[in-house]
């Protein structure tokens, strides 16, 4: 059977079939094409939630790496000459490494999504805020019960270290949790 249809004001003929088994296969394919899209789309949301989960090692490396030179720093600061210079590079040479770390990890699950500054800032400022929060009121309590520059620094950094690897904790099980959903 074929229909007529009107497209464009102009009467065509439709030489699609309306029924048979030429139709049912039809709706077959599409349901098919329509699957194989939503799982695509499935596929690729999974390997961006897997390849933006940090490693377990890198909560605690880079706790390590904010207190070690906090430390350095106090138990270097009465000793003078060298040592100052050195515990002010220990930070950023500590972080480059587990950042160069992370993303040989990344790079051996075999996807790299690419996001910029902005937008990975913008996914995680609610964690960077509470971060420097309890920042803020350890050095803030610290203040108020007297304790001593040096103290206050390696207290702070190490609330802060704490606070960067609960963080990444949080994040790795947001992310098991949206990937436990999708499968």
Known sequence: MVESTWQDGNPQADTRPTEGPERSMTMYEDNAAANAL?????????????????????G?????????PAVGLAWGSGR????????????????GAIVALARTARRMTGVMVAASVSERLRRRWIALLA???AGAVTWGLCAQFGIRAAGTRVTVFVVLGIGVWVA?????????????ELA
């Open 131 to 133: 971060v420097l929060g």
């Open 80 to 95: 003078g000459g060298l040592w100052v210079p050195v515990t002010l590079l220990l930070p950023f040479v500590g972080m």
């Open 38 to 58: 939503r799982n695509i789309g499935a596929v690729k949301e999974r390997a961006r939630l897997k390849s933006s989960m940090s490693p377990a090692w890198y």
């Open 168 to 180: 990444c904790a949080v994040r790795n099980a947001g992310i098991r949790q949206r990937l436990r």
């Open 60 to 68: 605690p490396a880079a706790a390590a790496t904010v207190i070690v």
